[in-house]
């Protein structure tokens, strides 16, 4: 256990700055979109730039470029807990693992409910998310009054809901496959894994193909953001907590905020507040905040009183309830999805809206349960 408590306690700690960050990044995009600078500020994010041999918008760069250096983060996450973390023991793991399908589930069943007989079904996945710097952030506010398993219990649960995105992303948000590409990107895959198991570990000679590889797979149909994880399962794994604590800085406090101004540049229409009553609108906000603790308290209900698992110790049901709206701040991984649901910039604008309004009330939610759990001491 120990192996897992200093990954979470420090998680926990810049979770909070890192959300704050992000709320400040996303104020200015949104102050600065909807004043008079706005044309200039939303022309930025669609400029061109690289050579004629390969060109991406500002924002593509970062969404096709940068974000892959997050993910790849992700995949770091995800393996370290697959090997020494809480997601190493089958049965110890089996409570948030399930917690996470519930709470991907029963979100895009509430999405799907409002928006059945809409043209907008393809952005069942976008209430399905969580952002685990927000949600541990939210955790962390209320001191030491949380206990540290939930702590745990909320972290492997954002980790596996991060890679059922990845999942999603590859199956469902992938345009026309490009197999050669795909063949060239696998074989290069291939020879990284043939590198660690002969543990080659100086880690230029992961680099330099990893990037050859995200070219592959951003011109393959398939989202370039997958090559980040898939690459994270290449390096030698005495590399990984060290590469995992030399990306969380400029992760945290430099792609993510630019991620955040970037696709939170959002023009609101006159009668804005009537989109919070669109179907599209509805269906996130639903999911995120309903959807998500819903299915939650659900799966874990089921798996406990199966006796396939048990509540964490000094867990009570209230506490996980609180975890579970915590759990509903999708944000930086919802909005990341609808950018890929929505290429209509309407749409996708109502989309960004709906999921602030979703992830503030998760998180306003989980905060008060906290909260009157303290002050009735249960």
């Not at 080659?200 to 797979?217: A, C, D």
């Not at 990341?336 to 960004?352: E, G, M, Q, R, W």
Request: hydrophobic share 60%; net charge neutral; charged share 10%.
């Amino acid at each position: 256990m120990k192996q897992f408590i200093n990954p979470i306690a420090e998680m926990s700690a810049k979770g909070q700055l890192t959300g704050l960050l992000l709320i400040v990044a996303t104020l200015l995009s949104l102050f600065i979109s909807n004043s008079p600078y706005r044309e200039s500020y939303l022309h930025f994010w669609h400029l061109e730039v690289g050579s004629s041999f390969f060109q991406l918008s500002v924002s593509h760069w970062i969404n096709d470029g940068l974000m892959v250096i997050f993910f790849f983060m992700v995949g770091l996450e995800i393996r370290r807990e697959i090997v020494h973390g809480e997601l190493s023991d089958i049965r110890q793991s089996l409570l948030p693992v399930l917690a996470a399908v519930g709470g991907m589930i029963m979100p895009a069943l509430f999405f799907v409910l409002f928006n059945q007989h809409t043209d907008f079904l393809q952005g069942w996945a976008v209430p399905t998310a969580t952002d685990i710097a927000f949600s541990l952030g939210i955790l962390s506010l209320m001191g030491n009054k949380v206990p540290f398993a939930l702590k745990v219990f909320l972290t492997a649960l954002a980790i596996i809901d991060d890679l059922g995105a990845v999942l999603v992303i590859a199956i469902f948000y992938t345009s026309e496959i490009n197999l050669g590409q795909l063949l060239y990107a696998a074989l290069i895959i291939a020879f990284l894994y043939t590198l660690q198991k002969f543990r080659v570990r100086p880690v230029i000679f992961y680099l330099l193909p990893g990037i050859i590889v995200w070219w592959f797979i951003l011109h393959s149909g398939v989202h370039a953001t997958v090559a980040g994880v898939l690459l994270a399962f290449c390096v030698p794994m005495n590399a990984v907590e060290s590469m995992e604590h030399a990306l969380q800085k400029p992760v945290n406090y430099l792609i993510l905020p630019f991620f955040a101004l970037a696709n939170t540049a959002i023009v609101f229409p006159d009668g804005g507040a009537a989109l919070l009553l669109h179907p599209l609108s509805l269906g996130i906000i639903a999911g995120l905040l309903l959807g998500k603790p819903l299915g939650i308290m659900l799966f874990s209900w089921i798996a406990i009183k199966a006796g396939w698992a048990q509540l964490p110790l000094q867990v009570t049901w209230r506490k996980l309830l609180a975890a579970g709206f915590a759990a509903g701040i999708g944000f930086t991984m919802s909005i990341f999805i609808a950018t890929l649901a929505f290429s209509d910039a309407a749409v996708l604008d109502t989309a960004k809206l709906a999921i602030l309004v979703g992830s503030l009330l998760s998180g306003l939610a989980g905060v008060m349960l906290l909260a009157s759990e303290r002050s009735i001491g249960n």
